[in-house]
């Protein structure tokens, strides 16, 4: 009997290596910063060889998810890497990278007409080991379209970011996880006027072999930072004060 | 048609010119180079001080001799005056890529569309000829429409060395026939005929000069007018990068087609692999049997003499070739090449990945052919603060940014093409609005930044400035909104520009 648990352990390790997630002592190195969010993934690291979805149905949404993504794509251009940007209607702004320590001038927009044009240039760019991730906008994926690009990032190594702005058409796909970022009121230390730093509600939906949640995060000096509750400020704050 | 313009350069003392600067010793002494020819020793060249002395070309040496006394004797090498100018042809190339030798003392070169890029024909050939004497060499240098002309005018010019475009007949008008590089036998009969100069005879009926001195006289005479092209024999021929495939049986297949590509390739990348060149631009040709011609063409980011890189961007557009009955020749010519570029330094690429990275650079011209070049975009900053205004689009991948990106004040995450109008309520001068409604929905505000003031550039338009606020509703939302003008102008207008992370 334990050596058939044996074997299903090891069958189901196996089974990960191949859809893409390390081993656990060689993936630990790689975390991207944010925090207890990549304990809901399996092997507890975010899947870099995947294709995350993102949920952006109003333009709020779609900007918290750039600023989201950004700060990402800050950990994965670490080694002086580029990115792809593919969309139709493009409203994203380059220099809005700088707030988040990317470099606006490593990120080529492509432009396309077509929505089929769209995942076609996602494809080859997932294909190429030159890049290190791919993000698209699209409004509809299917179920063999998503294989496909599955395929294409756990040959190479590029992550793949999915932007769907069309929520009555999301399918079942093979995406790795489905994400949606929406803002928060940011607050300022101390009670100060004006606008603090970006805050999020990060909801992850659906991870594949792993555990959804909801996490509250802000960004705060190039990383991402879980938002201690305000009771907890106010409580930290006043016994900080009188201690 | 562009103008043909060609320079002359005649080196009078050639050979002695050159022994000088090999033997300084020599500048102060008459010497001549001399040779026997038919059992007899003849002066083959003589320096300006052998001259002067009454020592020629061409004299027998004992005569020679016997007029000047003290004159030193070089045996003659044979065939230095070719080598001396090519050597000298080289050198010109610089100035331009079409140089002929013209033997025995002379070079020719085609200028066309050169010259401006001395700064026009005068100082051009002044350098020319200024360098060539500050070396050591006598030269005379003549410009004009003609190689005929600047022969005649660097050999027998007196009046000036740059004939304007058309003007050679008139200025040949002057010189005696030999300016026309005749043979010495029919300059003996001019001679005999009285015939001293070109305007003497010019006027004269073809037929008659044809029959009295040949057919040659005629032909000399035209390509010095410009009535007849003269073929130059390049030093550095100019060989088009263009390579041919004729088909014994006409090709109608697809296959057939790849095959035909990929053969056309290797031949034309071998040519530019040894030149140390790359492709930019690559045109396909197919001549069908019903004489049409189809054509593709694939552009290259980078000059790449890569086969299986190049055949693969043909691949994708194969299909839009249209065989018919059948293609009998396919050409492939390379009209834009680059220098390559040196393969060693990605080998030192940590990772594999960025910009400079070959794979990425593979990716982006296969999507260049496929989608259009005009689809990629990437963007440097702009030292500019009209939002819209503050980023250009980079020309290469590997253009980096001339100034840094603006870090003091943030930039929304998504920015709309067109400003959106917005309705407010609740104004303050110096404030953003309590309340606005964008697209039906009402947001309160709840937080706000201070005011960045954006002024229009003052000398392109006479719009009026923004005043910029990063507000946040109370769901958190965080927008960027502006008025456009002053608080208490009635133009001012409240519009919504972005939306921040």
């Given amino acids: 009997m334990e050596a058939k648990l044996d074997i299903l352990e090891k069958l189901r390790a196996d089974l990960r290596l191949w859809e893409g997630y390390k081993p656990l002592e060689a993936a630990r190195a790689e975390r991207i910063g944010l925090g207890e969010i990549e304990d809901a993934f399996p092997q507890k690291v975010f899947p870099r060889k995947a294709i995350h979805e993102f949920i952006t149905v109003e333009p709020e949404h779609a900007a918290a998810s750039a600023g989201f993504i950004a700060g990402i794509l800050k950990a994965l251009l670490t080694q002086g890497g580029a990115c792809l940007w593919i969309s139709m209607s493009r409203t994203f702004f380059p220099p809005a990278l700088i707030a988040f320590n990317v470099a606006p001038e490593r990120v080529i927009f492509i432009d396309v007409k077509e929505e089929k044009e769209v995942l076609w240039v996602m494809e080859q760019a997932l294909k190429c080991g030159g890049l290190a991730a791919v993000i698209a906008e699209v409004k509809e994926i299917n179920i063999i379209q998503s294989r496909r690009l599955q395929l294409a990032t756990e040959s190479s190594k590029v992550t793949g970011f999915l932007l769907r702005n069309d929520p009555k058409k999301l399918g079942s796909n093979t995406c790795a996880a489905r994400w949606k970022i929406s803002p928060l009121p940011s607050m300022l230390e101390d009670e100060l006027p004006g606008v603090g730093f970006p805050r999020w509600q990060v909801d992850l939906l659906r991870v594949r072999n792993g555990n959804p949640g909801s996490w509250k995060l802000e960004w705060v000096e190039d990383t991402f930072r879980p938002v ?8 930290r704050r006043i016994t900080g004060h009188y201690a | 048609m562009m103008n043909e313009r060609f320079i002359c350069l005649w080196f009078r003392y050639l050979l002695t010119d050159w022994l000088t600067l090999k033997r300084p010793e020599l500048k102060e002494v008459p010497f001549v180079f001399a040779a026997s020819v038919h059992n007899r020793v003849v002066v083959t060249a003589a320096n300006s001080l052998a001259e002067a002395e009454g020592a020629w070309k061409g004299m027998a040496l004992a005569d020679a001799k016997a007029i000047a006394k003290s004159l030193e004797v070089v045996p003659h090498i044979e065939g230095q005056e070719e080598k001396l100018l090519k050597a000298l042809g080289e ?12 033997l025995p003392d002379g070079l020719i070169m085609d200028i066309s569309g050169c010259a401006h890029l001395w700064g026009g024909e005068r100082g051009y050939l002044k350098e020319i000829v200024t360098r060539l004497i500050s070396k050591g060499y006598h030269v005379r240098g003549a410009l004009a429409d003609t190689a005929g002309a600047a022969w005649a005018i660097a050999h027998f010019g007196q009046v000036k060395p740059i004939i304007e475009p058309g003007g050679q007949a008139e200025a040949l008008l002057d010189l005696p026939p030999a300016a026309l590089r005749l043979e010495p036998s029919v300059l003996d009969r001019l001679h005999k005929l009285g015939f001293y100069t070109i305007k003497s005879f010019i006027g004269t009926k073809r037929s008659a000069l044809r029959r009295r001195f040949g057919p040659d006289f005629l032909l000399r005479m035209d390509q010095a007018l410009g009535d007849e092209d003269e073929p130059l024999t390049l030093l550095q021929p100019l060989e088009p990068y263009v390579e041919r495939l004729p088909c014994l049986e006409p090709i109608r297949t697809r296959a057939g087609i790849g095959i ?3 053969t056309l390739l290797e031949c034309l990348c071998e040519r530019l692999y040894r030149d140390g060149k790359g492709m930019l631009l690559v045109v396909l040709r197919c001549y069908r049997l019903d004489g049409e011609i189809m054509q593709i063409q694939i552009g290259s980011s980078r000059a790449s003499s890569h086969v299986a890189r190049l055949y693969q961007l043909f691949e994708l557009k194969i299909e839009l070739i249209r065989p018919g009955l059948g293609i009998e020749l396919f050409t492939l010519e390379a009209p834009k090449t680059g220098d390559a570029e040196v393969e060693q330094e990605y080998l030192w690429q940590p990772e594999g990945c960025g910009l400079e990275d070959k794979g990425l650079a593979a990716l982006l011209d296969t999507l260049a052919n496929k989608i259009g070049a005009d689809k990629i975009h990437r963007y440097l900053p702009q030292e500019r603060h009209w939002p819209e205004k503050s980023l250009k689009l980079a020309s290469s991948l590997s253009e980096l940014p001339a100034t840094s990106w603006r870090e003091d004040r943030p930039r929304p995450s998504l920015l709309l093409p067109n400003p959106v109008r917005i309705q407010v309520s609740s104004i303050l001068p110096d404030n953003p609005p309590m309340l ?13 930044d201070d005011a960045e003031r954006i002024e229009r550039p003052w000398w392109e338009d006479k719009g009026q400035h923004r005043d910029y606020y990063v507000v946040e509703d109370e769901e958190g939302r965080r927008y960027w909104i502006f008025r456009s003008g002053h608080y208490d102008d009635e133009r001012s207008g409240w519009y919504l520009h972005g939306f921040f992370a």
Avoid: L, M, N
């Avoid at chain 2, 050198?91 to 013209?102: E, K, N």
């Avoid at chain 2, 409604?437 to 709840?446: A, E, F, L, Q, S």
């Fill in chain 1, 228 to 235: 201690v509750e305000k009771e907890e400020a106010v409580v």
């Fill in chain 2, 91 to 102: 050198w010109c190339i610089r100035y331009t890529p079409q140089v002929a030798v013209d």
């Fill in chain 2, 260 to 262: 035909a590509i990929r």
């Fill in chain 2, 436 to 448: 606005f409604t964008y697209k039906g929905i009402r947001h309160v505000v709840k937080k706000a």
